[in-house]
């Protein structure tokens, strides 16, 4: 099962952006990287995924490098209300559907 | 659309005592899971389905049970309460087998004495 690295905690200056890291350097061919957030004690929200090529939605951006070992989310222009844990997920597929495994995510401080 | 539901929001046992923790979804998702969040830590897998009377275990499926008779329905029943398992209990759903991004409910939070 491919695994992620984060770090545990990161700052950010309001209004500016937030470049998340996430190593995956085992990650296999056909597995997806996935990023949520949970705010507070909140049930976590889902932001984005991908394969290989970028993604970007309303919420955010995901760079996945080109030999899929690492990918970063950016939140173009934070705000206080990004405050949050972030995790990095790869989806791990299993006999008969797939399991999603939580890692301890990365805690973003945005400061005003 | 109500999305995920779960029930109920906050609960107390006593050692020894059985539950059953409700989680409900309208969006016609085959995919449903549960996670348990002790404090201060990340998101741990327990037992999880890809549809109706099919189910799996995940990270830490001791001392838990599920079923899934309809596609709505995904509950955890808690066999024997135990202290090691106050926790908050998150419910998901996805579309398809799980591809897709989940939708979490706002949780139930158990504290065992």
């Known amino acids: 099962d491919a695994k992620t690295t984060q770090p545990p905690s990161m700052d950010c200056a309001e209004g500016r952006a937030a470049n998340l890291p996430c190593n995956h350097s085992t990650i296999s061919g056909n597995e997806y990287v996935y990023w949520y957030r949970q705010i507070h004690s909140q049930g976590p929200q889902y932001i984005i995924h991908?394969?290989?090529n970028n993604e970007t939605n309303e919420m955010a951006s995901l760079i996945i490098t080109e030999d899929r070992k690492s990918s970063t989310l950016i939140l173009p222009h934070a705000t206080l209300r990004d405050t949050a844990v972030y995790y990095c997920i790869v989806r791990v597929a299993n006999t008969g559907g797939f399991k999603t495994i939580f890692g301890a995510g990365t805690r973003l401080f945005v400061k005003a | 659309n109500a999305g995920v539901t779960q029930t109920p929001k906050f609960q107390v046992l006593k050692t020894g005592q059985s539950m059953t923790l409700q989680c409900a979804q309208d969006?016609?998702?085959?995919?449903m899971s549960w996670y348990r969040q002790d404090p201060g830590m990340g998101l741990r897998l327990i037992h999880y389905?890809?549809?109706?009377?099919?189910?799996d275990q995940g990270e830490v499926p001791n001392g838990y049970n599920v079923s899934r008779s309809t596609t709505e329905d995904f509950p955890l029943r808690l066999l024997s309460a135990a202290p090691s398992q106050t926790s908050v209990y998150f419910c998901?759903?996805?579309?398809?087998?799980?591809?897709?991004?989940?939708?979490f409910g706002s949780g139930t939070r158990l504290t065992v004495v």
């Open positions: 969006m016609n998702h085959e995919y």
């Open positions: 998901a759903s996805s579309g398809g087998r799980g591809e897709y991004g989940y939708t």
């Open positions: 991908g394969l290989k």
């Open positions: 389905s890809v549809g109706a009377g099919i189910t």
